[in-house]
């Protein structure tokens, strides 16, 4: 029976993985990577020499049907993206439910757990998380203002992530709502999470308002990967 692993790895600091995940890492037949090039610095960090193959949202039925037929052989797969736990806001999810559309009971698939953006962000907020929505990346255009009312209207914290290029037009929406008094918002603070377990990590709590200042103040606070909790 094949396997598909659903393999975590570290969203920062390559020190973050474990035993398990090399060790599986290392004894596939392949790796599925969101791009081989980022899993490629992790896997020479720890000398795993498996091969790889690319599988990203932009794979079409072709790689899919690929990686199906690899699975038909009896091979055993590693799927990982570029940082963090595949599955969320990432392919990953398509590439199970494909394969169990196809395989049903017939393939494992098993969940190596490790590093996320999300339970990292939360675990260092100060926040009440017993109870929280995630709701992934805002949308672009269409929506994104629906998107952050649902947020402000929510009864508990709720995480997303938001690009570089957009964390501070994403507070300033989050300020210009919070404060129009027609609207029902719940927003206690704001956590910003940079960089997680990076060189450069960087948290900001406070309001919208003061958080877009401090980025704004420093251009380099304005690179990298965001994490963002909306708190109750």
């Given at each position: ?41 992790l896997l020479d960090h720890y000398n795993i020499k498996t091969r790889t193959i690319s599988y990203h949202q932009h794979s079409g039925a072709d790689k899919v049907s690929q990686i199906m037929d690899l699975l038909a052989q009896g091979k055993n797969l590693a799927l990982v993206s570029d940082a963090g736990t595949p599955g969320i806001s990432d392919p990953g999810g398509k590439l199970v439910e494909a394969a169990l559309l196809k395989f049903g ?128």
């Amino acid at each position: 029976m094949s396997t598909l692993y659903i393999v975590a790895t570290p969203i920062g600091n390559l020190e973050d993985i474990g035993m398990r995940a090399l060790r599986v890492l290392g004894e596939v037949d392949f790796i599925l990577c969101e791009d081989t090039r980022v899993t490629g610095v992790l896997l020479d960090h720890y000398n795993i020499k498996t091969r790889t193959i690319s599988y990203h949202q932009h794979s079409g039925a072709d790689k899919v049907s690929q990686i199906m037929d690899l699975l038909a052989q009896g091979k055993n797969l590693a799927l990982v993206s570029d940082a963090g736990t595949p599955g969320i806001s990432d392919p990953g999810g398509k590439l199970v439910e494909a394969a169990l559309l196809k395989f049903g009971g017939e393939i494992k698939i098993e969940s190596v757990p490790g590093p996320s953006a999300v339970t990292a962000a939360l675990s260092i907020s100060g926040i009440p998380t017993d109870k929280f929505i995630f709701m992934g990346f805002p949308p672009h255009k269409k929506g994104r203002q629906t998107f952050i009312r649902k947020i402000l209207e929510s009864d508990y914290p709720v995480v997303v992530y938001e690009s570089k290029h957009r964390i501070i037009k994403f507070l300033e929406e989050l300020e210009s709502l919070t404060a129009d008094k027609d609207k029902k918002t719940n927003l206690t603070s704001v956590v910003v999470c940079r960089e997680l377990s990076k060189m450069h990590e960087t948290v900001y709590r406070g309001d919208p308002k003061g958080i877009m200042e401090k980025i704004q103040a420093n251009k380099n606070d304005q690179k990298g990967e965001f994490t963002v909790i909306v708190g109750k």
